[in-house]
């Protein structure tokens, strides 16, 4: 009889020990998902106090007409990026993807690109190389005003009306990149 109460002793031990061991892995994986969740919930804080502050300079844009008017000739809405090399080069070509995709998927006519530089031979073959297969105009920095943070010019996307106004303006995030592609879905649903 005491044989028999030793082993249920023991089978009942071993039995706790699995399920505190299987709690403390629980807690650990609880735990993982709470700092996750935290590290989620600061970036969505950090892009929103951004946006914020962008979208209070998007008052100011201000591109010459004649070149709003001749990059949409068929008067029709338009995907527009703006870039300026300021941010991550990486970033950049991200985003050149994407509109790329987009294109090819059957609205090239609907998409305009704008890189904004001082003009020179260097950025003109640069420029032609990286954007290769898409529409684009080079923007002098001197004759354009572009939502900036720090004094820096930060790429964003917008819808051009046919009357020529901007609407519907995004500034792609370097921590939330995922966001990039659910506007450009969004637009092409939209207004494409």
């Known amino acids: 009889m005491t044989i028999l109460f030793f082993v249920i002793l023991i089978i009942f031990l071993m039995s706790d020990i699995y399920l505190i061991e299987k709690n403390d892995r629980l807690r650990l994986k609880l735990t993982e998902i709470a700092n996750a969740l935290q ?3 600061e970036l969505y804080r950090k892009s929103f106090l951004r946006n914020q502050e962008l979208l209070a300079s998007t008052n100011n844009i201000y591109i010459p007409k004649d070149r709003l008017f001749n ?7 338009m995907l527009t990026y703006f870039y300026s090399g300021a941010e991550c080069e990486k970033c950049i070509l991200k985003d050149i993807d994407e509109l790329r995709k987009l294109a090819n998927g059957g609205y090239f006519d609907n998409i305009y690109i704008f890189p904004v530089f001082n003009h020179s031979r260097n950025v003109e073959i640069a420029v032609s190389n990286m954007l290769y297969g898409l529409k684009y105009a080079v923007l002098d ?26 609407i519907n303006i995004f500034f792609p995030d370097i921590l939330m990149p995922e966001k990039t592609s659910l506007y450009i879905e969004f637009v092409r649903n939209k207004y494409l």
């Open 71 to 77: 990059s949409n000739p068929c008067n029709s809405y």
């Open 141 to 166: 920095k001197n004759e354009v005003v572009l939502p900036s943070l720090h004094g820096r010019y930060i790429r964003f996307f917008a819808i051009l009306t046919p009357e020529g106004e901007f």
């Open 39 to 41: 590290h989620k919930r």
